[in-house]
């Protein structure tokens, strides 16, 4: 059930992260206030996570989500690169989460 716990939070770590973008500088109210509840949300459910998961691996799968789908968000939602090394560099990312999973099971 933790890793569960550790997805969720890392795909509210997007949130936040998308969020600032959108909040402009925490200028805009609606953006700011969704910006906020993610932040807080991503970090209470890392640490409920981390009653079983070790932190290490808890902290690097949450960042590994976080950056992997920030980045994709940002090439769908603002037109950011998409040149090779970017792609790649996202996929060692992924494969580094997996690992992580893997070694620890």
């Known amino acids: 059930m933790n890793w ?10 997007i949130g936040w992260a998308i969020g600032l973008k959108y909040s402009q500088g925490f200028t805009k109210l609606g953006p700011s206030i969704a ?3 993610c932040l807080l949300f991503s970090i ?14 808890a902290y690097a799968i949450w960042v590994g ?6 980045a994709l968000f940002g090439i769908v939602l603002f037109d ?5 090394i970017k792609l790649v560099s996202l996929g060692l990312i992924f494969a580094g989460i997996i690992g992580l999973k893997l070694a620890h099971s």
């Open 44 to 57: 209470v459910l890392l640490g409920v996570s981390m009653k079983t998961l070790p932190v290490g691996t």
């Open 65 to 70: 989500i976080g950056a992997i789908g920030t």
């Open 4 to 13: 569960i716990i550790l997805v969720v939070a890392g795909l509210l770590e």
């Open 80 to 84: 950011e690169s998409t040149d090779v």
């Open 35 to 37: 910006t906020v509840c």
